[in-house]
């Protein structure tokens, strides 16, 4: 896939939970360093190497580093060992409840049903009300352990009845497969690759539950002091979606390069009902309002130990502030 951009002319922009004023400006960044997962829109603009077209004339050198999920993503962003990333709904919330140094730049909207609780194809699990007593694998601060609350909610359960595991994708695999768990719930593409496998069957999926939000954060330093080059990072990732989305077979064959998934497991993933790679862009009132929803219920449910204010933690344009 071949992708062309062309930046913004001139953008005054600022960092809104950063306000206070400054005497010096930090020297330009000359690298960007860009955390990514295989589930995300990333994979797509990492593989048409859009970011590396977009701050070419700039001269900023672009590395990539792969994460198998969001929170140890999210870790490496607030220890200034990334500056920008992306992860699904829940990561954020566990990295500013230990007051992470990152800021929300970016939203996007996946599938509805892009996550699932499976089973091994002959487990007696039927239904989600027999998971009450049994092993559930997910991976502590992510997408999934939200998911996890709420498919077991659908059936009258909580986290306490049910033996929560936490477990990496790649660990919690190799858990399923030797059959020491009962159950364990993952996200796309991880999702799509395994129920491609024959001795998997899906339990339940999102589907019944709202849509959920996916995030682009930046290091707060980093998005302080090169604000201009954030906003063209979003823009990015924005035209990117829109064209992956209107060229799926080329998206499939990119992402499925740039990950090493095979083309119909991507093929699946991208293909799930609401899937929509152009659905990104800055943050909104709306993404805070779900955003700070999920974070006080993490409160209210002791997961989390502090009350959080995400709109104290959102990164704006500065022509977007005040609006």
Sequence with gaps: MS?????????????????????????PATELRVGWQKGGLLGLVKGSGAFEQALA??????????????????????????????????????AHAARGNLVFVGAGQGSREGHAILVPKDSPIRKVED??????????GSSAHYATIKL???????????????LSPPDAIAAFDAGAIGAWTIWDPYFASAE?????????????????FNFYSANGDYARDNPDLIATLIDTVQAV????????PGTIATLSKATG?????????????????????????????????????FF????????????????????????
């Design 152 to 166: 077991v909610r659908t059936a009258g359960l909580t986290l306490d009845d049910i033996k929560p595991q936490d």
């Design 196 to 212: 491609a496998r024959p001795n998997t069957r899906v339990l339940v999926t999102t589907e019944q539950l709202a849509p959920e």
């Design 3 to 27: 992708i062309t951009f062309s930046r913004r002319a001139t953008l005054a922009l600022g960092l809104a939970a950063l306000a206070a004023p400054t005497i010096l400006r930090a020297a």
């Design 241 to 248: 979606g829109k064209q992956g989305q209107a060229d799926l």
């Design 300 to 323: 209210k449910l002791g997961i989390i130990p502090r009350q959080l204010d995400i709109a104290s933690v959102v990164w704006t344009p500065a022509a977007k502030q005040g609006a």
């Design 131 to 140: 998971l009450k007593g049994q092993t559930v694998a997910f991976k502590r």
């Design 57 to 94: 004339d700039q001269g900023i050198r672009v590395s990539w580093s792969e994460f198998t999920s969001g929170p140890p993503l999210l870790e490496a962003l607030s220890a200034n060992a990334l500056d920008f990333g992306y992860t699904g709904n829940v990561p954020p919330i566990f």
């Design 261 to 297: 998934l095979p083309e119909s497991v991507m093929e699946r993933f991208l293909t799930r009902k609401g899937s929509d790679l152009g659905l990104v862009g800055f943050i909104e009132p709306r993404h805070v309002a779900y955003e700070q929803e999920l974070a006080d219920e």
